[in-house]
């Protein structure tokens, strides 16, 4: 069966972004790029599926600007077959980047499509989730465990105070939580070979696609600073403190 | 205007279904937007949730959707649900669909929002105007203030960012939802919660975090003496997680649970960037680490630099 992963160009997970004076976003000039952790999980279960005879063709699918080429290559040295680049320029709001992948989706016909679930910028945890409304299909969110067996997946998720299982008929959406896998790094052998793997570059016009978004952005601020309190010297001042100044014990 | 929320539960010990405390801080933040505030519980066997869902302080109407099709809130099922009630509601209907950011808030609304063709606005912390409200990004590094022009405006609630409102002093009507929307593709299949008697990780009033300093998973005995000496819940940083030690859903950050107590004591804690954006809105922060120079002291009210084996014991005993 054929895999369809998303991936999203983000800020490196290690920059401390900084606000613009402007307060018009955050500063992205000069500042490393990767590809969202959450997708790298993704892209890795792609892998694992496929070396486990479950998956046949792996394509990995970003939306995004031009220099989304070079996650869409990482994400061919770790073991896709192929990569589409749905370039836009513009910053997209989830509902937009649902209904491209959905039309990627109409064209590909995968059985399973894989996505991070939430991206390190916007934080929005939307988008997968969005896809299988628009296709129609079951979503697995926050998956610790994939499990396909004849015409269903098993998606165990994490949820708030423990784990639940669900059973989706195929073709279905998963998105990845922290702990599905554990993400290999791509070998300098793989990274020459995905060199010469088949990328795609279309736009999003192309695609017939109303990318409109219902909201915007007025402003982006630093958040409140929280200031350093005091370095107490024992255990007997840090309980009195907490008895009698802060009053929370 | 007319706000629909969507109500959250849990299943407690006792196979009761039991109102998430989240609903109230949504409540709140529909309470904040202004207007009628209708409340709307979807599952199977969910009708001590509606009674409880009623007495919410400012809650005008509670719909119940009673049915096996929404049974552990399948968003498949439940999706069409609430775009059903805001199409046949109609353009004088629902201005805002509301849901906690839960693991089935965040299930559930941004396949609401998909099937009425407009974009979700997630996890506000603010109520700037009925179109206007503040969301942090980039793991809480940035605070956007986004305005909506959408028809219905679909937004899910951080509960740290909104006081809960009383759950008592409320008597809504209660009306029962006939409609059942079995789309067919997805099943429950089981689920394994942690049963604890301490509070729940978002809703305690203390929490005690461990993290990597911890050295490993037996040595948090260390802090469940303390918690329940304080009637704490406990997390983790994700360093302890991802060591092992404990459970995911014990998770404290950007990839885990957002808390904001009364009191957050971080216990081995380094104090990553993605840590502290699940914590730092605590109204009191102690950090005990033996690493003087550890960036979690920067956020701390009270720090102390400090062997952990030996204070935590001391802690406990002098609590």
Same mark, same amino acid.
């Given at each position: 069966m054929k895999i369809l992963v998303a991936v999203k160009r983000v800020v490196d997970y290690n920059v401390k972004v900084r606000v613009k004076a402007d307060n018009s976003g955050v500063d992205l000039a000069n500042v490393k790029m990767s590809m969202n952790p959450f997708c790298e999980i993704a892209v890795e279960e792609a892998v694992r599926l496929k070396e486990q005879g479950v998956a046949t063709e792996i394509v990995v699918v970003s939306i995004g600007p031009s220099t989304a080429q070079e996650q869409l290559r990482t994400a061919l040295a770790l073991g896709a077959d192929r990569a589409i680049l749905v370039e836009s320029a513009e910053d997209l709001t989830s509902l937009a980047v649902a209904k491209l992948l959905k039309a990627v989706v109409d064209k590909e016909q995968p059985q399973l499509v894989i996505l991070g679930k939430q991206a390190i910028d916007s934080d929005n945890n939307q988008t997968g989730q969005m896809l299988a409304a628009l296709s129609g299909y079951g979503q697995g969110t926050f998956a610790s465990k994939v499990d396909i067996s004849g015409d269903s997946v098993a998606v165990t998720r994490e949820v708030d105070g423990g784990a639940q299982t669900v059973s989706l008929k195929l073709p279905a959406i998963v998105t990845t939580d922290l702990r599905l896998n554990e993400p290999r790094y791509a070998s300098l052998p793989n990274i020459m070979k995905a060199k010469k793997k088949p990328l795609e570059v279309v736009t999003a016009d192309a695609l017939g696609v109303s990318t409109a978004a219902t909201h915007s952005t007025v402003k982006v601020e630093a958040p409140a600073a929280r200031s350093a309190g005091i370095k107490v010297k024992s255990v007997a001042e840090l309980v009195e403190k907490l008895k009698n100044e802060a009053k929370v014990i | 205007m007319t706000i629909l929320v969507i109500a959250d539960y849990s299943t407690d010990q006792q196979d009761n279904k039991v109102l998430a405390p989240a609903t109230l801080n949504t409540v709140a933040a529909a309470a904040k937007i202004g207007g009628d505030i209708h409340v709307l519980v979807a599952g199977a066997f969910v009708s001590a949730v509606a009674q409880a869902a009623a007495k919410i302080a400012g809650v005008a109407k509670v719909l119940v959707a009673d049915n096996a099709a929404y049974t552990h809130q399948l968003p498949e099922n439940v999706a069409p649900l609430v775009a059903a009630l805001v199409q046949e509601a109609g353009a004088a209907g629902y201005s805002h669909i509301l849901a906690a950011a839960t693991s089935n808030g965040k299930n559930i609304l941004p396949r609401v929002a998909a099937q009425l063709d407009v974009d979700q606005i997630s996890?506000?912390? #603010?109520?700037?105007s009925a179109d206007t409200f503040k969301r942090p990004i980039y793991a809480g590094n940035a605070i956007a203030t986004v305005q909506s022009n959408a028809a219905v405006k679909v937004i899910t609630v951080r509960a740290t960012g909104f006081d809960p409102v009383s759950a008592e002093g409320g008597s809504a009507a209660v009306e029962t939802v *006939? *409609? *059942?929307? =079995?789309?067919?593709i997805s099943s429950f299949v089981g689920e394994e919660l942690a049963k #604890? =008697?301490?509070?729940e990780l978002t809703a305690a009033k203390i929490v005690v975090s461990g993290g990597r300093g911890m050295q490993n998973g037996d040595n948090f005995k260390h802090l469940y003496a303390l918690a329940d000496k304080l009637g704490a819940a406990i997390g983790a940083s994700r360093a302890a997680v991802d060591a092992g030690f404990v459970p995911n859903d014990m998770q404290v950050g950007q990839t885990g649970k957002i808390v904001a107590p009364q009191l957050y004591i971080a216990v081995g804690i380094s104090g990553a960037i993605q840590h502290l954006a699940g914590?730092? =809105? #605590?109204k009191v922060i102690v950090a005990i680490n033996k690493d003087e120079e550890a960036p979690i002291f920067q956020v701390a009210d009270y720090g102390l630099v400090a062997d952990l084996f030996e204070a935590i014991p001391e802690m406990a005993a002098l609590a």
């Open positions: - | 996890e506000i912390i #603010s109520v700037e *006939a *409609a *059942a929307h =079995d789309v067919g #604890s =008697d301490r509070p914590m730092k =809105d #605590s």
